[in-house]
């Protein structure tokens, strides 16, 4: 008879003292920041990532437009070119794209008359690939509002391959790190009625 006061005034001094216990670990403020940061370092981690992945995107994006535009500028700058000039056209997009890599650099040069009739045809055209992109005569697209009759044009359109240095290289997918970004941009002849090219 006497055991039963004395478990039960064991078992409400345990319970006292778990519930003091308690009250003071919600109270205590100790380690909260340890705690916290470690719940938004991995977030605050992916943004930093990100916002430098888009960063350097946007800057190789510049790169392409700013490389397309100074080719067909350049070419359309002359009245006769060759392969070797058209060649060294890749060399002058390499070199604006410095300090990038320009991987899997691919640029198209194509000339494009638009007769009296305001029909636009390929001229003639070449490719760093070795190639013709576009048979000589085909009907080249052209945008609506540099459709000129009697006109010519160079257009350039080239294209580079960027890749995802750090952003979640293990969860993402090859079509997530790997992108082509590409630029096209027309010029007007600058000088005589049309540009030739002697081996194309």
């Known amino acids: 008879m006497s055991q039963l006061p004395t478990t039960a005034m064991i078992l409400l001094s345990g319970a006292r003292v778990l519930r003091r216990r308690l009250g003071e670990l919600c109270h205590d403020r100790a380690g909260v920041g340890g705690v916290e940061f470690a719940l938004i370092a991995p977030m605050l ?13 946007l800057s190789v994006n510049k790169k392409v437009s700013l490389a397309s535009s100074t ?51 390929v001229a003639w055209s070449w490719s760093t690939a070795g190639d013709t992109p576009y048979p000589a005569n085909s009907v080249a697209t052209v945008p609506f509002g540099m459709v000129v009759a009697n006109s010519f044009l160079i257009r350039t359109e080239l294209t580079v391959s960027h890749q995802l240095l750090m952003y979640m290289p293990n969860f993402s997918g090859s079509e997530i790190r790997n992108k082509t970004l590409g630029a096209d941009f027309y010029f007007r002849q600058r000088v005589g009625d049309g540009i030739t090219c002697t081996d194309c």
């Open 45 to 57: 981690l992916v943004l930093y990532l990100g916002a430098f992945e888009l960063t350097m995107g």
């Open 71 to 121: 080719v067909a500028d350049l070419v359309a700058r002359q009245e006769k070119v060759t392969k070797a000039d058209l060649t060294a056209m890749s060399h002058v997009a390499q070199a604006i794209f410095v300090p990038y890599a320009a991987n899997n650099l691919l640029i198209k040069i194509s000339a494009i008359q638009i007769d009296d009739s305001a029909t636009a045809k």
